[in-house]
Each structure stands twice: as C-alpha cells, then as structure tokens.
C-alpha cells in the first residue's frame, strides 16, 4: 500500500512499541547526552496536539535536593496508598518498587498549560480535558523514542499533585501531567513488572474488540 | 549505549514520529485488511497503563447510519465551536475540514473502563485520571503504528460525549476518550494543516524546555 513503510521498518516500530518498558528499578548513572535529550524532546514535541495547542513545557530536573522533595511527596502518598490494601496484597504492595526518583540521572516533568492558544482553542469547545489528552500523547511520543535510544522512562503517579505544583513552581495554569523518571539502563524487562511480580497480568485483545457499538 | 537501537532503526522511530498526521481529507475508501488492523490494535494494547488496568476498549465502526449520526452529533458541536469566532477567524474556521467520519471506511472508538481493575488500582489513588491518561497512550501507539502501515488517522474531539456514548451503548462506567476516523490515505502532509492554512504555528521547542523549576 502506498505510504506503508517497508516490511523492516515496520518491525522496527513494532518493536519499540512492544519492547517499551515502565522502568523503576534499572537505571544507570550515566548521564544522557544532550543531542539525545533534544532528540526525545523534539520527539515529544512532534505530537498531535488539539487545535495545534501544543500545550506541553519540559521541565528537566537534576537538582538532588528538588528530587529529594518530590520523592518524599512519593513516599507520603505510597504509604496512604498502601493502606488500601490488606494481607497478601498490601505485602506485595509494599514489595514492590514504584519509582526511580534518585537512581535515575534526570526527571522530567512534562507539564500542560491550560491556558495555552487563548480561550477558545480549536476542537476543545465540547471536551475540555483534550489539553490534557495532548499532553499524553507527548509523553508516549517521548517514552518510544527513549526506547529506541536505550533509555528507560518510568512514570511516577503515585504524587500530590498540588503539592508537586508548588515543588517546582509552576504558575497556577500549569499541570503537572507526567513526573517521568529517565535514564539509560542495564536491561529492559521482557515483560510488566506487575505481571511478573503476580499483581495482575495482560488482558487477550480479542475481549476489548467490539464492532459498532458496546 | 547498551539496549540502544541501530542508528538506522533510531531513523525509522523518529521518521514515523515526525511524519504522522491528524488526517481529515485524504482518505481513501481501500479497506484495511484484518491482520493490519490487529496488528493496530495490538500496539494501542501494548501501551503503558496505570497499575497495568489496561482500561481500554476498541469500537470498530463501518456501519453507515452509526456513522451518520455521529456526523451529525459533531455538525450540532462544530456550529457551536464556530461562534466563539468572528470575522477572518470565523471564516478561516468554517473553510477548515475537521473530521473525515464518512470518506474513512472505519472509525475506531478507544474508550477508557473507569471501573476496571476495580477500587483500588495502583498508582491510581493520587491522581484518579490516570486511568484516562493511560488510555491517551494507548491511541499514540495506535496512531504511530498506523502511520508505518500507511494507515491515517484522525482524532475527532469536537462531539458531544454524553451523546456519543449513547450512540456507541456504552456503560456507563465507559468513557469514549478517543474518536478515531481510520483508513489508506492518498497522501501524508508534510506539515500540520493548521500551520499550512494559517490557523496556528508551531512553537519554537528551547521556549518550552525549563531547568529543575519553572
């Protein structure tokens, strides 16, 4: 078919897109170089975006003591969370490891501005959150490119978002969308943490599958 | 760098990156075969999700009368969206193709569960949207994908979602995040059809990029 690229090249999407990891626990110290900081950025930044809203900043964070904050934010919420579980699955709740903050080299947050492009941005009339939806797709833009160049991303949910607000100064239009952490790595898994470890395993697509309606 | 892709393959990820398109006008009514269509859906089902809930569902959609009335439910949106614009920008507005719900032959509705993996999914309890956000990533891989396959894809944000879920008899737990017009194209824009009419450009990525705060 026209436009398709060839046989070899898309295996090679194919491959990114399965071989993509959350990572918490294989960082390396080494640090990114800044040509492939840009490449992953700009890879960020090529995604669609509501009425070319483009309303993703990247705030890159090296800083130990900044770090220090956000992972204590981490720690704060990962003990609130834990409590919601009981027995064998609050220990293996708390057996598993949900962050990288300090191991990895670099964190970066990928924020969105909800005031970006004016009040009426094109197509975010009848869904407001579409900003936020954007902002997403910036991220796996960012998280497949990493991929490809050896450079794990783990995304870190489990943070009091206003309180990550204030951690990094954002004005009040800001949010803080994704608190990624980024670094090389001594291995990709081949399979989820969560599925090795027991948690919960991968759903067969074909029950996902509906035609035409639910 | 270990686990790094050759450079020739690192080329392949950045060229689909930088070359996908929000498709509206260049559809071709060519039908997409089974096995490309499942290889879709298998990277959209290979994205990150949040506690690995994999909330999302996938809603294929050729019947005719489901897809004119989901044109008509974006036609009702669209007029509304028109009127927050006067003069050059109305008119500029109203000559801009936004969805190309018939020319496709399918729409692919991605929809997020936001009951699934029940109350307490991990890494959901700080940031309840995650399971939303999660979804997002799962239509990038799509849309990614499809883009090597030469496949277009066009997001369509501007519809009523209340209405839209009674189109498509979703639960009520069910959130239609992404309404997808999927199908051949004729050809890829080399550039974001926003910027080429004039609409919005592209945003220099050094203003974006901030240092451990903002």
Redesign the interface.
């Known amino acids: 078919?026209?436009?398709?690229?060839k046989e070899s090249?898309?295996a090679?999407?194919?491959?990114?897109?399965?071989e993509?990891r959350?990572v918490r626990s294989q960082f390396l110290p080494?640090p990114i170089p800044n040509e492939v900081l840009?490449?992953l950025?700009?890879?960020a930044?090529?995604?669609?975006s509501?009425?070319?809203?483009?309303p993703?900043?990247?705030?890159?964070?090296?800083?130990l003591t900044?770090r220090q904050r956000i992972k204590a934010n981490f720690d704060s919420?990962n003990s609130?969370?834990a409590c919601?579980?009981s027995d064998n699955q609050k220990n293996l709740?708390q057996q598993?490891k949900?962050e990288g903050i300090l191991e990895s080299p670099i964190n970066i947050c990928i924020?969105c501005d909800r005031a970006r492009?004016g009040?009426?941005v094109?197509?975010?009339?009848?869904?407001i959150?579409?900003d936020?939806?954007s902002t997403?797709?910036a991220?796996?833009?960012f998280?497949?490119?990493a991929r490809?160049?050896?450079v794990g991303v783990g995304?870190v949910?489990?943070?009091?978002?206003d309180l990550l607000s204030q951690q990094?100064?954002?004005?009040e239009n800001?949010y803080p969308?994704?608190y990624l952490c980024v670094g090389?790595?001594?291995?990709?898994l081949t399979e989820?943490e969560?599925?090795t470890k027991g948690?919960?395993?991968?759903?067969p697509?074909e029950q996902?599958?509906?035609?035409?309606?639910?």
């Open positions: 078919m026209r436009n398709a690229f090249e898309k090679v999407i194919y491959r990114t897109i399965h993509r959350d080494d840009t490449r950025l700009a890879a930044h090529a995604a669609p509501v009425g070319f809203m483009q993703w900043d990247f705030i890159i964070i090296d800083d900044i919420e609130k969370a919601n579980y709740y598993l949900l924020t492009g009040k009426h094109l197509g975010r009339n009848s869904v959150d579409m936020l939806f997403c797709l991220v796996q833009n998280w497949l490119a490809a160049e050896g995304w949910s489990i943070l009091d978002h990094l100064n954002l004005p800001v969308l994704a090389y790595v001594s291995e990709f989820p969560l599925a948690w919960r395993q991968r759903l697509l996902l599958i509906h035609y035409n309606q639910w």
